[in-house]
């Protein structure tokens, strides 16, 4: 079983910056691709960044050049580095691993951001 713990997340004004962490138990982390994805009140979950087992990132268009996804299978941990935030980032962010041997999907509790002045 993978356990996925967020952290990071918090109020930041607008323009500032956020780095969001997440763990991962177990030893399929470094075969799996991961992924965050946010949640606004009255929206669908939506896709922010994936990263693969190789490194292969992608982004959503609304936060392309702002922020960017990374992983050290080191430490069992994928980062999202969040700049330049703006009120409309506001949401739960939550960290997804899909795992490489079974292709089962796991989700992390989520974690609040909030971008406002």
């Known amino acids: 079983q993978v356990q996925l713990v967020e952290s990071g997340g918090g109020l930041v004004q607008p323009g500032g910056s956020l780095r969001l962490s997440c763990s991962a138990s177990g030893s399929i982390f470094i075969i799996s691709p991961m992924g965050w994805y946010r949640q606004a009140p009255g929206k669908q979950r939506e896709l922010v960044a994936t990263?693969?087992?190789?490194?292969?990132?992608n982004y959503a268009d609304s936060v392309k050049g702002r922020f960017t996804i990374s992983r050290d299978n080191a430490k069992n941990t994928v980062y999202l580095q969040m700049n330049s935030l703006k009120p409309e980032d506001t949401a739960v962010y939550y960290c997804?691993?899909?795992?490489?041997?079974?292709?089962?999907?796991?989700w992390g509790q989520g974690t609040q951001v909030t971008v406002a002045s």
């Open positions: 990263v693969t087992a190789s490194d292969s990132t």
């Open positions: 997804n691993l899909l795992s490489g041997l079974s292709g089962r999907s796991f």
